[in-house]
């Protein structure tokens, strides 16, 4: 079945900084791409769509500014938390789409813990 | 408004016992899919079965099953001769709308399933 390989699995960074999560289709081409955010024991909520080439799409009450998402080439797309802050720790995962199909593939997530 | 309702918040089943996982939906559209993913511990979310809005049968896929009943909007994973790899977290999501659309899912809140030696 088709692969999303999200990395890093998890970071651990200082207040202020940013960081970039990566998000790769290995065996597809991904028009595509979701980003959703868990809190621990929680739902996953939706925080933008990610269209090749084009601009994201955020959710209501998702920062824009603050989560950054890039999505270059049909297998990748990034997100960048930038000048992270404590409450911006949480479960970030990521998830493509086929050209056809129903399923949603997901990655493995990544941990970010801002201290 | 919940469009996506998981009313179990944790359930028990002893080994190789059947399971069933409850999911209610909400919605206007008549073009809708319903998933079911599996979560565990590792944080990877794992497909199990989907069931559109159009299907005439219920899906089957493996151990899985889904009791779709369209008319109280519930879709309700089963899951037969429980291991104790199922334990996991299980969500119920629903898509929206026609494929050309988009894949955009809504999550319910979750269940936490343990399976019991």
């Known amino acids: 079945g088709a692969v999303v390989s999200q990395h890093p699995s998890r970071v651990i960074c200082k207040s202020g900084t940013s960081v970039k999560i990566e998000c790769r289709s290995l065996d597809f081409q991904a028009t595509t791409m979701f980003w959703y955010r868990q809190f621990p024991k929680k739902s996953l909520m939706l925080m933008a769509t990610?269209?090749?080439?084009?601009?994201?799409?955020?959710e209501q009450g998702v920062e824009k500014d603050k989560f950054l998402i890039n999505h270059a080439s049909l297998t990748l797309s990034t997100l960048t938390v930038t000048s992270a802050h404590p409450e911006d720790s949480s479960f970030y995962i990521c998830?493509?789409?086929?050209?056809?199909?129903?399923?949603?593939?997901f990655g493995s997530g990544t941990q970010l813990s801002v201290l | 408004a919940q469009k996506i309702t998981q009313t179990q918040p944790g359930m028990f089943v002893q080994e190789k016992e059947a399971v069933t996982l409850d999911c209610t939906y909400d919605?206007?559209?008549?073009?809708?899919?319903l998933f079911w993913y599996k979560q565990p511990s590792s944080g990877e979310m794992i497909f199990l079965i989907y069931?559109?809005?159009?299907?005439?049968q219920n899906a089957t896929e493996g151990r899985y099953s889904l009791n779709f009943q369209k008319a109280r909007k519930s879709a309700n994973l089963v899951i037969s001769a429980s291991q104790l790899g199922d334990s996991a977290m299980y969500f119920c999501a629903m898509r929206e709308g026609e494929m050309e659309y988009g894949n955009k899912l809504v999550f319910g809140a979750g269940t936490i399933l343990r399976v019991k030696s």
């Open positions: 998830s493509a789409t086929l050209q056809v199909g129903e399923k949603l593939f």
């Open positions: 069931q559109g809005s159009y299907d005439q």
């Open positions: 990610s269209n090749e080439g084009s601009k994201a799409t955020y």
């Open positions: 919605t206007s559209d008549p073009s809708y899919g």
